[in-house]
């Protein structure tokens, strides 16, 4: 059986790359969530998508995985703003806004997790 930090490393770099698909699969529910101040919004939606793939695929590769982990770190901190503006403008169709709010600090574990792979 593997090592939990085996597990970890694995079950965060899956999250990241399928999240990056979603980017192109679901690039609506992004473009929903992203700040007006953001000029081309749907390009921003497709480069982070494509980030996420990459920083995701580069946790798998011992040679890459410290820089992977510190882009995450970077690319979370980059999106912190999208969030924030998801939670200030919920909408009926969004998910509750007590799970945007938690989603806020839950950003911090997100940075935590990727630090551990620093």
């Known amino acids: 059986m593997p090592e939990a930090s085996t597990l970890s490393l694995y079950t965060m770099a899956i999250l990241y790359i399928i999240a990056g698909i979603l980017h192109f699969v679901s690039p609506k529910f992004y473009l929903r969530i992203m700040p007006p101040y953001i000029p081309y919004p749907?390009?921003?939606v497709?480069?982070?998508g494509l980030f996420e793939i990459g920083l995701g695929a580069m946790l798998l590769l011992p040679d890459t995985r410290q820089l992977g982990a510190w882009g995450i770190i970077l690319l979370l901190i980059a999106v912190f703003p999208a969030n924030l503006y998801h939670y200030q403008s919920c909408r009926k169709t969004d998910p509750p806004k007590w799970a945007l709010?938690?989603?806020?600090?839950l950003q911090l574990l997100?940075?935590?997790?990727a630090?551990?792979?620093t």
């Open 42 to 44: 749907k390009l921003v």
């Open 101 to 105: 709010f938690i989603r806020l600090p």
């Open 46 to 48: 497709y480069i982070s």
């Open 110 to 113: 997100l940075i935590y997790w």
């Open 115 to 117: 630090y551990t792979f």
